[in-house]
């Protein structure tokens, strides 16, 4: 039995989200399905994080076990042959067998993009979160770091979440602007449901002027998800990568190209 690792990269538009539902599709279903013709054998995959409907991954890591005999390189071909498009395998490799891809990352990275312009763009449409009216990319950046450390979400936590602490360690958080685009990039330990969508809605009310930087932390404070700004679009959000001991060997991601 061979433990592989491999990072997928998916656009998230067309599915329920990552994991399996029996009556809809998702992409962890199209992936099991794909391995499991090129290894002749069912296939169960385990996964660095779990995205909702209509978000996208630019190098979730996934790992799964398999005795069929494979090379690294016809794994990778053969499985995105087996792939729709929107979903493809970007690197494939041989992981020790205690390597988990979920209990072994020490972190994981998020963008969530905005298009902040007068006018909406049909290119990316279901690629980033329009915003016509314009963001102070500065101020939400300042308020955003109240949100650093080990700090209690509960105001930042979706109502399905089922995660028995609210506690979450954010490492690195920042916001910035490159040209139409304001980005929002954080780094922690592990996420709450919807934690980094209520996040970016509560930023956008700083950046908007409608909230001051100083209102982040009461809403922190506060612990109570109603004050906080709203669930941003689902279609802006992507996980970018998760975060390894240099021991498992596991390819750092490329830097992330979107904008």
């Known amino acids: 039995m061979t433990r592989w690792a491999a990072a997928v990269e998916y656009v998230g538009t067309r599915y329920s989200g990552w ?29 660095a ?3 909702d409907a209509g978000v996208h991954g630019y190098a979730q890591v996934i790992h799964f076990d398999s005795l069929s005999v494979r090379s690294p390189y016809a794994w ?17 490799q041989a992981v020790r067998d205690d390597f988990h891809a979920r209990h072994s990352a020490v972190a ?19 690629r980033a979160a329009w915003l016509a009216w314009t963001l102070d990319a500065d101020a ?16 930042f936590r979706g109502s399905q979440c089922q995660s028995n602490t609210p506690m979450r360690c954010i490492t690195d958080i920042a916001v910035h602007r490159e040209n139409d685009f304001v980005l929002l990039d ?12 209520n996040i970016a809605g509560t930023l956008i009310e700083v950046g908007s002027g409608r909230r001051s930087e100083a209102w982040v932390a009461e809403v922190l404070a506060g612990r109570d998800r109603t004050r906080a700004g709203m669930t941003a679009p689902a ?25």
Do not use: C, K
Not at 108 to 126: C, I, K, P, T
Not at 186 to 197: E, G, P, Y
């Open 186 to 197: 954080i780094r922690a330990n592990a996420f709450l449901h919807h934690m980094v969508r």
């Open 108 to 126: 994981r990275r998020y963008r969530y993009v905005m298009h902040n312009s007068r006018a909406r763009s049909a290119l990316l449409s279901d």
């Open 235 to 259: 279609q802006g959000l992507y996980f970018v990568a998760a975060d390894y001991p240099s021991e498992f060997g596991i390819p750092a991601a490329q830097e992330f190209w979107l904008p």
């Open 49 to 51: 994080g779990r995205t």
């Open 76 to 92: 990778l071909l053969g499985t995105n042959a087996n792939l729709p498009a929107d979903i493809s395998l970007r690197w494939v």
């Open 19 to 47: 994991q399996s539902q029996p009556h809809a599709i998702s992409v962890q279903g199209e992936l099991e399905a794909a391995l499991s013709r090129v290894a002749a054998h069912p296939v169960a995959i385990s996964a």
């Open 140 to 155: 939400m950046h300042r308020a955003a770091q109240h949100l650093a450390g080990e700090l209690d979400f509960s105001a």
